[in-house]
């Protein structure tokens, strides 16, 4: 006879996934039978949105798609569109752009790693519990977050959503009295993200290594974010045209967001994917402050994703203050566009990992179609695979809680970004 | 930085933008012209998570205009203070970090403004709202008398400028000398949670009254 019981739990924890996610676990004989993550993603209906548009309409509108990240969309877009127009950004364009991704990645980081992620390692259910007797770390966090969002507003004209970036470069070049201000600033914050390094390696971290393939972008002499080819720990090396010749996508019916995979395989893209496969473009200072943790980089921890997006921080204050040196504003912040048909890609390193675009435009630059793959999608296998490993080594055995509790550490630790809807998951177990 | 923050919090998306509307409604309606310049400023934020903080910071008084699902008919409207509020007030959130969260941790850092107000309006399926007129039509006078309440506890005079009172009249603050309040919390009217009008469940209301 089966035994089988559901149990729903709202959890407020949850407030710190972003969006709407459940997870439905069913258990036999001692081993996981079922294991889905159901997640809902919204890029699919903004492909279908930008179909008609001006090429002029694409940056806003991508932006979006994600509060959290919009300057990565934007980036990806206009590398695709200007791609097709045969546009390449000037010196001053690229340093900027990169310095406006910079600021996303720090306040995205900053607010994952303390009031999302910090909670589940010091033992306490939400971050205002864990403010009560860490308030100086919280702030930090907040601090840090605020000077990501400054950075983007100086470009994007408001951190939420920018609307500064266009096709060709920026509709307005900071001052450089902004600029300055700002140096300030990153300048100020520094020692504290140098020091944020070690402290997330001090945090209690679970000791699971495991077998992953890391996916992310590689620069012949930068960190990627902005460009590059798309690399994996297992030798694949490609531009990012050749995308879709290797990574697939498919639909479980259980989720609304596909499923990617590698030559058949899950794999990683995020910040320990970026940090593993690209030691060597970190600044120095940075790669010294991972060098006094003691952990070993590359990492099949996954659990040392924190620690990869400290390091991150870190670097993108120290390239702030590279790209900011010496700042004039340009006569002009973008270079005109001409619109022309064609096929574009663009490829960056969301703070979340590889954000990847294709359009395909007329010849006056309307938008004819379009294919997002934002990086949650493409960790969702992985996830799985993670849950389903951290949950048997955990013991099926265990009580509803603790499986939950387990279950949404390991999925916190990706830092999805399920934007939208409601912000409930539910974990439903059953078991025979 | 003006010393009463009014912030419609939501999301042009999904039909998460009641407060938004609501806010709009009331900066169209001359709110802020209500009292001298700079004093009141009206802000939509766009699911502000943890940035909710800065945005109240520096303020003497702070109002939230939001979403509510507390199981009330929909268009039913609170009023609650924030020392009454909790992770289940029902607060709806489009996004991860929401506005009870951002409270919560607020608090928990004590960077709270003196005074925090949320007005939250029962959602349901649309067409089931009342029109935003309606709403308006409430919260008018409500939010009126607690920024007014609010500026005489810091003893703020102020100079109505129009609407139904009588001219350039100075309202002197209420209150004696030693009733002063200087940051911290207020005294116990925090703990108030009104129904400001009451929807007959499964109709659509079209009248309301304040409580």
């Known amino acids: 006879m089966t035994q089988s019981r559901e149990i729903s739990l709202s959890v407020p924890v949850l407030a710190r996934v972003e969006g709407e996610g459940a997870l439905d676990l069913e258990v036999h004989g001692g081993h996981i039978e079922t294991l889905r993550l159901r997640i809902f993603e919204p890029p699919r209906l903004f492909e279908k949105f930008l179909e008609g548009r001006e090429y002029q309409e694409v940056p806003d509108m991508v932006a979006r798609i994600c509060g959290i990240c919009p300057v990565a969309y934007q980036m990806s877009a206009v590398q695709a569109i200007e791609g097709i127009f045969g546009l390449a950004p000037d010196p001053w364009v690229r340093a900027m752009r990169r310095v406006f991704y910079c600021g996303e990645w720090i306040q995205s980081h900053s607010l994952h790693i303390h009031l999302l992620a910090a909670p589940d390692f010091l033992g306490y259910g939400s971050v205002a519990e864990m403010a009560r007797a860490h308030p100086d770390t919280v702030r930090r966090g907040l601090a840090l977050q605020a000077l990501g969002n400054e950075i983007i507003r100086l470009f994007g004209g408001r951190s939420v959503h920018p609307v500064g970036a266009r096709v060709g470069g920026f509709h307005r070049a900071p001052s450089r009295a902004e600029v300055a201000a700002l140096q300030e600033q990153v300048g100020a914050a520094l020692p504290g993200a140098e020091a944020l390094v070690a402290w997330t390696a001090s945090l209690n971290l679970p000791n699971d290594a495991q077998d992953f393939v890391s996916v992310a972008l590689r620069h012949p002499d930068e960190y990627p974010m902005n460009e590059g080819r798309i690399v994996s720990s297992g030798g694949l090396d490609i531009p990012i045209s050749d995308y879709e010749a290797h990574f697939v996508e498919h639909q479980e019916p259980h989720s609304t967001a596909l499923y990617a995979s590698l030559e058949g395989r899950p794999y990683l893209v995020g910040p320990l994917a970026r940090l593993n496969l690209n030691l060597d473009r970190l600044h120095t200072p940075v790669r010294e402050a991972l060098g006094r943790t003691g952990i070993a980089f590359p990492s099949r921890n996954m659990f040392h994703s924190i620690v990869a997006r400290a390091a991150e921080i870190h670097h993108a204050l120290l390239e702030v203050t590279r790209l900011l040196e010496d700042y004039s504003a340009p006569e002009a912040p973008f270079a005109p ?96 | 930085m003006s010393p009463v923050r009014i912030l419609g919090i939501g999301s042009p998306f999904a039909g998460d933008d009641l407060g938004w509307r609501l806010a709009e409604a009331l900066e169209r309606a001359g709110l802020p012209r209500h009292f001298p310049a700079g004093m009141v400023h009206i802000t939509l934020c766009d699911r502000p998570g943890s940035l909710l903080l800065p945005a109240m910071r520096g303020a003497d008084l702070a109002i939230l205009l939001d979403a509510m699902r507390s199981g009330a008919p929909p268009g039913t409207l609170r009023r609650l203070d924030m020392l009454e509020l909790d992770d289940s007030a029902g607060l709806l959130s489009s996004h991860g970090f929401g506005v009870a969260a951002a409270l919560a941790l607020g608090r928990a850092l004590e960077e709270l403004p003196p005074r925090v107000l949320i007005y939250g309006t029962e959602t349901g399926h649309a067409p089931s709202l009342p029109p935003l007129s309606d709403l308006v039509a409430i919260l008018w006078p409500a939010i009126i008398g607690d920024i007014q309440a609010s500026l005489d506890g810091l003893r703020m005079p102020y100079v109505p400028l129009f609407g139904g009172l009588e001219g350039a009249t100075v309202v002197e603050p209420r209150g004696a000398p030693g009733e002063h309040h200087q940051g911290g919390h207020h005294p116990a009217q925090g703990a108030e949670v009104q129904v400001l009008n009451e929807v007959p469940e499964g109709s659509l209301p079209t009248e309301f009254r304040c409580q």
């Open chain 1, 337 to 432: 566009a001409t619109p022309r048909s064609g096929t574009g890609h663009g490829c960056t390193e969301a703070p979340r990992g590889l954000l990847w675009h294709r359009y395909d435009l007329d010849a006056a630059g309307q938008v004819r179609h379009a294919r997002i793959v934002p990086p949650t999608s493409q960790n969702q296998a992985r996830i799985e695979a993670d849950l389903r490993r951290s949950l048997e080594t955990l013991g099926l055995e265990r009580d509803d809680e603790a499986l939950r509790q387990q279950a949404e550490m390991v999925i916190r630790n990706y830092d999805p970004c399920i934007s939208c809807a409601t912000h409930f998951l539910t974990v439903r177990v059953g078991r025979r």
